[in-house]
């Protein structure tokens, strides 16, 4: 028999399951499931390591200041100083945090015992897509007025007026329905990929290694370990990466809302 007849007979995907997380104990509210456990662990987090690193600044950086810093660096040259310009200070509070929360959540999918990217649920991208979508529109609106916000929105200057008749609805769709709906799916979708990805492997690498042990089998069970070492790698740089891109993302539309120029 081959590992693939081993695979039709035997083997049972894990479905849905990796995703779908009960209430923790008897009892508790629905919502309080580990998605929402690691969520609010997480924040938790990224506080302590904040507190620790500016609550006590010193002249000359040193220990978890110097990380501290260099994270604030970061993300204030990589993404608000090119979206944000002047006002790129003001915003790096918001920034800094959504870029290391969602960082932290993201690499909760590689931590042994916790295994789950808390933004593979799609709840948690869309509350933070639509806190930027307000923020974008509510600036727009108090720097630009009402109509001047939209005008600069669906009427792009400079180009030929016939053209607006196609593009005034492209435009209007694209900024106020696909661009908030994008920026939470592209997370979400990524986190979802990756972390089935690794159950997949896993669980080759588990199945044939140990549940079903056969010559032939065996090899498979080995390139499943290799992939999921691998596949780990390449899903911290893409946790890192997602993480990045949505911190950009809230950037650019609070940077476009401010310059109307932009």
């Known amino acids: 028999m081959t590992p693939l007849m081993l695979v039709a007979d035997d083997f049972k995907a894990p479905g849905p399951s990796i995703f779908d997380f009960p209430p923790l104990y008897d009892g508790a509210p629905y919502w309080l499931t580990k998605?929402?456990?690691?969520?609010?662990?997480?924040?938790?987090?990224?506080?302590?390591?904040?507190?620790?690193?500016?609550?006590n600044p010193?002249?000359?950086?040193?220990?978890?200041?110097?990380?501290?810093?260099?994270?604030?660096q970061f993300v204030r040259d990589q993404v608000a100083r090119p979206f944000l310009g002047k006002d790129a200070e003001r915003w790096m509070p918001l920034l800094l945090s959504l870029f290391f929360l969602i960082l932290l959540w993201n690499f909760f999918g590689v931590v042994p015992l916790i295994q789950i990217p808390v933004a593979s649920h799609i709840?948690?991208?869309?509350?933070?897509?639509?806190?930027?979508?307000?923020?974008?529109?509510?600036?727009?609106?108090?720097?630009?007025?009402?109509?001047?916000?939209?005008?600069?929105?669906?009427?792009?200057p400079g180009l030929p007026k016939p053209i607006y008749v196609l593009l005034a609805p492209i435009e209007f769709l694209s900024n106020l329905i696909i661009a908030p709906f994008t920026h939470a799916v592209r997370l979400f979708a990524n986190m979802f990929a990756g972390h089935l990805i690794l159950a997949f492997f896993s669980m080759v690498g588990f199945w044939f290694l140990f549940e079903k042990l056969t010559p032939l089998g065996a090899g498979l069970g080995v390139v499943g370990v290799i992939m999921t070492v691998a596949m780990t790698g390449f899903e911290m740089f893409i946790q890192f990466l997602q993480a990045f891109l949505f911190t950009?993302?809230?950037?650019?539309?609070i940077g476009n809302s401010l310059h109307a120029d932009h």
Not at 248 to 253: F, I, V
């Open 248 to 253: 950009m993302l809230a950037a650019m539309y």
């Open 35 to 55: 998605p929402v456990l690691m969520a609010i662990f997480g924040a938790i987090v990224v506080c302590a390591l904040a507190w620790s690193a500016f609550a």
């Open 58 to 72: 010193k002249l000359v950086p040193r220990g978890m200041q110097n990380v501290g810093e260099m994270g604030y």
């Open 123 to 156: 709840a948690f991208p869309i509350v933070f897509a639509i806190t930027i979508y307000v923020i974008k529109i509510y600036l727009g609106i108090k720097h630009q007025g009402l109509g001047g916000y939209f005008k600069n929105m669906m009427f792009p």
